[in-house]
């Protein structure tokens, strides 16, 4: 009688050890979050597209109705919710069709907070104007792949 119970307590055992092993962890990094394209106001008036890569690239087109669009690129990075996005390269097109590349080191979103809720990412940073830096929130839609 002793060797069946003995049994069933080492089964009982092995299907408590594999019932308790670890769960592949199935949560998504805050970056892969924020990796794809987003999108800002009406495309027919003005609109920023903006697109966060898995490598760490950034590039955001801003386009107006009349056909002016600027395309800044760069790389990206975040340490909790703050947002930092360098822009090393500028491409300006213009109305009539001139295109103007240009090389620049600045931010975008300077001292930038993001949060992502609903499909919205929501982007709280410091406008600078020529008086004082403007706290300015600005919202993106997901775009669908």
């Known amino acids: 009688m002793k060797k069946p119970i003995k049994y069933f307590y080492l089964l009982l055992s092995l299907v ?7 769960m592949e962890n199935t949560e998504t990094s805050p970056e892969s979050n924020l990796v794809g394209r987003w999108l800002w106001g009406p495309k027919d008036i003005y609109s920023s ?18 056909g002016f669009s600027t ?3 760069g790389t990206w990075n975040i340490k909790g919710d703050s947002l930092k996005v360098k822009v090393t390269e500028q491409l300006e097109l213009t109305v ?11 931010t975008h979103f300077n001292e930038a907070t993001y949060k992502i809720q609903n499909s919205i990412l929501a982007i709280r940073y410091l406008d600078d104007q020529p008086d004082a830096n403007v706290a300015t929130e600005i919202r993106f839609s997901m775009v669908q792949p």
Do not use: H
């Open 16 to 22: 408590a050890l594999v019932a308790c092993e670890k």
């Open 49 to 66: 597209l903006v697109e966060f890569q898995a490598d760490g690239r950034f590039s955001i087109t801003n386009t107006t109705g009349i």
């Open 71 to 73: 395309q800044r690129t």
């Open 96 to 106: 009539n069709d001139t295109l103007a590349k240009t090389q620049v080191d600045t």
